[in-house]
Nanobody
Framework: QVQLVESGGGLVQAGGSLRLSCAASGRTFSTYNMVGWFRQAPGKERDFVAAINWSGGSTNYADSVKGRFTISRDNSKNTVYLQMNSLKPEDTAVYYC??????????????????WGQGTQVSVSS
């Protein structure tokens, strides 16, 4: 079992920044494990945002956030971060982190992940 706990959400004005954290526990993590960030706005599907393998050497981003969001990890803390800059109102959503045991650049669907956190709300005002 893997437990994931997100934090760092909140209300910010357009153009502002937030950093989300995802603390993972419950197993020994390996280089091939993968953590992704997804977001879900009301009435919409859960969409891929970014992903990283546990070693940090491979990352992947949705086109809508490239150049604005950065995913990173701190292995000593078993924590993955999502730094969000230049936020837009359309970034408003509940943000979830998710875990899968193997890395794949094609893993961009919520169906590709096995474990999920409870989510953290991000609201961007115009």
């Amino acid at each position: 079992q893997v437990q994931l706990v997100e934090s760092g959400g909140g209300l910010v004005q357009a153009g502002g920044s937030l950093r989300l954290s995802c603390a993972a526990s419950g197993r020994t993590f390996s280089t091939y494990n993968m953590v992704g960030w997804f977001r879900q706005a009301p009435g919409k599907e859960r969409d891929f945002v970014a992903a990283i393998n546990w070693s940090g050497g491979s990352t992947n981003y949705a086109d809508s956030v490239k150049g604005r969001f950065t995913i990173s990890r701190d292995n000593s803390k078993n924590t993955v971060y999502l730094q969000m800059n230049s936020l837009k109102p359309e970034d408003t959503a509940v943000y979830y982190c998710a875990f899968r045991t193997s890395y794949s650049r094609r893993a961009m669907s919520y169906r590709d992940y096995d474990y999920w956190g409870q989510g953290t709300q991000v609201s961007v005002s115009s």
